[in-house]
């Protein structure tokens, strides 16, 4: 249906906001005590998924990793030399084995996920009560894994791999093997 056959009732444009509204919504947002104890809470959560975490992840010289990435069971997580983590990604070790080991000059994308731990799904229990399934994620030397991919637990990525931007890997890639889609499938060498 076009515009023009929308009926008049229909058609309205969106409220300007006059600078006296600005105002007053700004100083109503600065006398919020809201607006503070959401920043404490936020303040707290990056302090618990990145600050903290970071003081115990293994990295190797000239590792630069996004202020905005963020980590789980940081002990379990092994970063080699000149790692380059992009903004936005997690990697999370499983909470009692599940490790994450990388070599030198890996780059990771923004918004990657590495999971070394997963949830069961027995049908008749909550999700969140069952036992998690761990195993360790091993990826080689000079590793690209792309934009929004998702490394799950017990996948082996070998030397110079490439993992294509929103790929699902589960299992092994081969050493010099460039793989995409979901799940992920061999495109090609590199």
Same mark, same amino acid.
């Given at each position: 249906m076009f515009d023009a056959e929308l009926p008049p009732s229909l058609l309205q444009t969106k409220q300007?906001?006059?600078?006296?509204?600005?105002?007053?919504?700004?100083?109503?947002?600065?006398?919020?005590?809201?607006?503070?104890?959401?920043?404490?809470?936020?303040l707290?959560?990056?302090?618990?998924?990145?600050?903290i975490p970071?003081?115990?992840?293994?990295?190797?010289?000239?590792?630069?990793?996004?202020?905005?990435?963020?980590?789980?069971?940081?002990s379990r997580i092994s970063l080699g030399a000149r790692a380059h983590v992009g903004a936005g990604c997690f990697i999370w070790?499983?909470?009692?084995?599940?490790?994450?080991?990388?070599g030198d000059d890996l780059l990771l994308g923004p918004n990657v996920l590495l999971t070394a731990a997963n949830y069961r799904f027995r049908y008749g229990t909550p999700v969140s009560d069952q036992t998690m399934a761990e195993a360790s994620i091993h990826i080689g030397d000079n590793v690209w894994i792309g934009?929004?991919?998702?490394?799950?637990?017990?996948?082996r990525?070998?030397?110079?791999?490439? &993992? !294509?931007? *929103?790929? +699902? $890997?589960? %299992?092994? &890639? !081969?050493? *010099?093997? +460039? $793989?995409? %889609?979901?799940? !992920?499938?061999?495109?090609?060498?590199?």
């Open positions: 300007r906001l006059t600078h006296k509204i600005r105002l007053s919504r700004f100083l109503l947002s600065v006398v919020d005590p809201r607006a503070y104890l959401h920043a404490l809470k936020l707290n959560h990056y302090n618990q998924t990145h600050v970071r003081r115990s992840i293994t990295t190797g010289p000239n590792a630069a990793i996004s202020p905005t990435s963020q980590f789980a069971n940081p070790a499983g909470p009692h084995s599940g490790r994450i080991d990388a934009a929004g991919a998702i490394i799950l637990p017990g996948s990525i070998g030397s110079n791999a490439v &993992v !294509a931007a *929103g790929a +699902v $890997v589960r %299992g092994i &890639v !081969a050493t *010099g093997e +460039v $793989v995409a %889609g979901v799940p !992920a499938k061999n495109a090609g060498r590199r």
